[in-house]
């Protein structure tokens, strides 16, 4: 399994914004379909949004459509989520998996590991 270090997180209030930030452990994540995915206390994890390494296809759980954005730059090594608009039901510790599977759907829909790395707290709340 591949593991990221994300960062970024923090504590902001409704309708603010965070910017998240993904660095793989040890490899180039040119090669792989990359997603965000966050945990919540009881829950599994969710994933919220998901890019293909080949043409940036990405995909977004209806929940967050509209509010964040999903990019990566294979030459800094990272991938990134721009988040706007914050609710506070976004709230929950934020992580990155990468797999090689083509689609970005299947990937947040289906993917899964047993370490997830180190994830980021996102906590929105007034």
């Known amino acids: 399994q591949r593991e990221f270090v994300a960062s970024g997180g923090g504590l902001v209030q409704p309708g603010g914004s965070l910017t998240l930030s993904c660095v793989p452990s040890g490899f180039a994540l040119s090669y792989y379909t990359i997603g965000w995915f966050r945990q919540t206390p009881g829950k599994d994890h969710e994933g919220v949004s998901c890019?293909?390494?080949?043409?940036?296809?990405?995909y977004y759980i209806d929940s967050v459509k509209g509010r964040f954005t999903i990019s990566r730059d294979n030459a800094k090594n990272t991938v990134y989520l721009q988040m706007n608009d914050l609710k506070p039901e976004d709230t929950g510790v934020y992580y990155c998996?990468?797999?090689?599977?083509?689609?970005?759907?299947?990937?947040?829909?289906?993917?899964?590991?047993?370490?997830w790395g180190q994830g980021t707290q996102v906590t929105v709340s007034s």
């Open positions: 890019i293909k390494n080949s043409d940036g296809d990405s």
């Open positions: 998996g990468a797999n090689i599977i083509g689609s970005v759907q299947l990937m947040c829909e289906m993917f899964t590991q047993d370490d």
